[in-house]
C-alpha cells in the first residue's frame, strides 16, 4: 500500500507538471480554459441551476468580473496614446505621400465593400433561415425600451456641417470624450504632415512617439497577464445573468447570426488564399489568441495591440501597413456588426409580420455601412445602431428587447469577425504593396 501511495502522489505531480508545460506560453489555451470554466461557474450560479439566491449570484458575480473590467479599464486607458502612436508612426514610415495614398485608398475601399457585403449577408440568411417565424406570438408581449437613443442619419443640407464636424476642432477633447473617429482623422493629418517634412524636422517627433508606443506595449504586457482570470470573470458574469434558459429561447435567431457570421470568415479566408496565398488553417493558428481575446472582451480597441503584434510577428506584416490598417479598421470597420444587424432587422420585421422591401433591404445595408464607421470599439454599441437601423425602416425599436438577453453573446461572435477583417486586410495591403522583406515572408512560409 505504501508504494502505492508514494505512486500516485508522483503520477499526480507527473500530471501536474505536464499540464502546467502544456499551458505555458499558450494564450489561446488559457483563454479557453478560463472561458469553459467561467461558463461552469456561472451557470451554477446563474437562475439555470440555481445553487444560490439571484441576487447573491448576481453579486458574486459582480465581482468574478472584476478582473475582466480591471482589464478592459487598462488597455482603454491607453488606447488613445496608442493609436496616435500607432498611426502617425505608421504613415510617416511610408516611403512617400503616393504610396500613402494608394494604401488609404485601397483600405477605406476594402473596408466599406467588405461591410456591405457583409450586411447583404445578413440580409440573405436571415430571409433563407426564417428564424421570427416561431417567435411571432412574442410580438405583443415585448416591452418598451429606451435603447432608440441613436443619432439620426444626416439630411443632404446637413452634411456638409457633418463632414465637418469629423475633424476635431479641439483634439484634446476628442481624446478625452473617446471620439476615436476623431481621434485617427487628428493621426492621419498628423502622420501626413510628417511625412512632407524634411526628416531632421520630423525626427524628435517620431522618437517621441516610438517611446510612446513602447510605453503603450509595456502597459499591454502587463495587462495581458490577466488576461485568462478576465474572460473566466466576464463569462461567468455573464452566464450567472441570463442563464442558459435565456440563451435557448433564442437559439432560432442566435444560430441564424452565427451562421452568417461562419460564411463572413469563409468569404474572408477565400478572400486571403485567392489573392494572398495564405492557407486558411494556417491563418487561424496565426491568429487565434488575438481572436479569442476579442470574442472574450467583446472590444476590437481591447485587442488592437495584439493585433498589430500578430499581424507584425505571425503575418510577417510591416509596421507601415499594421499600424495604419489595425487602428482604422478597429474604428470604420464593423463587417459583423452589419451582418448582425441586417439579421437583427430581419429578425423582428418577421416577427412584427412586416415584409421589408428591396428598398427597405438596400437601406439597411446602406445604414450598416454608415453608421459602422466610426461608431465606438467599445462592447454593446451595436444595439444603439441598430435601434437606429430599426427606426429608418419602420420596424417598432421596441423589439430590441426580445433580443438584448443575448447580445453579450453576438456581441462576442461579431467582434471575432471584425478583428478577423481588420488582420485580412493587414495581409491583403501587405502583399499589394509589395517588397516584402525576407524576415518578413517567414511566418507564411512556416
Not at 456561472?42 to 482589464?71: K, R
Not at 412586416?354 to 437601406?363: H, K
Request: glycine share 10%; aromatic share 6%.
Amino acid at each position: 500500500m505504501a508504494e502505492n501511495n508514494s505512486y500516485y502522489p508522483a503520477q499526480l505531480r507527473h500530471l501536474n507538471t505536464y499540464l502546467a508545460g502544456l499551458v505555458k506560453g499558450r494564450l489561446w489555451l488559457k483563454v479557453l480554459i478560463g472561458m469553459f470554466l467561467g461558463l461552469v461557474v456561472g451557470t451554477l450560479l446563474g437562475p439555470s441551476v440555481g445553487l444560490v439566491e439571484p441576487d447573491t449570484g448576481t453579486l458574486i458575480g459582480n465581482w468574478l468580473a472584476f478582473p475582466g473590467q480591471l482589464f478592459l479599464a487598462t488597455i482603454q486607458m491607453i488606447v488613445i496614446p496608442l493609436v496616435i502612436a500607432s498611426v502617425v508612426r505608421g504613415l510617416a514610415a511610408s516611403e512617400n505621400l503616393e504610396q500613402l495614398r494608394k494604401l488609404g485608398l485601397r483600405v477605406t475601399s476594402f473596408f466599406v465593400i467588405t461591410t456591405a457585403l457583409a450586411a447583404a449577408i445578413g440580409l440573405w440568411i436571415g430571409g433563407l433561415m426564417n428564424p421570427g417565424s416561431m417567435m411571432k406570438s412574442l410580438a405583443t408581449t415585448v416591452p418598451a425600451t429606451d435603447v432608440t437613443a441613436g443619432a439620426a442619419m444626416p439630411s443632404v443640407v446637413e452634411l456638409p456641417q457633418t463632414l465637418i464636424g469629423l475633424l476635431p476642432g479641439n483634439p484634446l477633447d476628442a481624446m478625452v470624450e473617446g471620439q476615436m473617429l476623431q481621434v485617427v482623422i487628428f493621426s492621419i493629418i498628423v502622420g501626413i504632415a510628417l511625412v512632407s517634412m524634411e526628416p531632421k524636422n520630423s525626427r524628435p517627433m517620431l522618437d517621441l512617439l516610438d517611446s510612446l508606443q513602447q510605453i503603450c506595449m509595456t502597459v499591454v504586457r502587463w495587462a495581458m497577464r490577466l488576461a485568462p482570470l478576465a474572460v473566466f470573470g466576464l463569462m461567468a458574469q455573464l452566464t450567472a445573468t441570463i442563464g442558459f434558459t435565456a440563451m435557448l429561447g433564442m437559439a432560432s435567431y442566435v444560430a441564424t447570426v452565427v451562421v452568417g457570421l461562419l460564411i463572413m470568415l469563409g468569404v474572408y479566408l477565400l478572400i486571403l488564399k485567392l489573392i494572398a496565398g495564405q492557407p486558411p488553417l494556417q491563418f487561424l493558428k496565426d491568429s487565434r489568441d488575438v481572436l479569442l481575446l476579442a470574442f472574450s472582451t467583446s472590444s476590437s480597441a481591447a485587442v488592437m495591440p495584439l493585433s498589430i503584434k500578430t499581424a507584425e510577428d505571425k503575418l510577417g506584416v510591416r509596421p507601415s501597413v499594421s499600424q495604419f490598417v489595425i487602428p482604422l479598421g478597429a474604428t470604420i470597420n464593423m463587417n459583423g456588426t452589419a451582418l448582425y444587424q441586417a439579421v437583427a432587422t430581419i429578425f423582428l420585421a418577421q416577427v412584427y409580420g412586416i415584409d421589408l422591401s428591396t428598398g427597405s433591404m438596400a437601406l439597411v445595408v446602406a445604414m450598416a455601412v454608415g453608421a459602422s464607421i466610426g461608431s465606438p470599439a467599445t462592447p454593446g454599441v451595436g444595439i444603439v445602431i441598430l435601434a437606429m437601423v430599426l427606426q429608418t425602416v419602420g420596424v417598432p425599436p421596441s423589439g430590441i428587447a426580445l433580443i438584448m438577453g443575448v447580445d453579450r453573446i453576438l456581441d462576442m461572435c461579431r467582434t471575432a469577425i471584425n478583428v478577423t477583417g481588420d488582420l485580412v486586410t493587414c495581409r491583403l495591403m501587405e502583399n499589394w504593396s509589395g517588397k516584402r522583406l525576407p524576415s518578413e515572408a517567414l511566418p507564411q512560409d512556416a
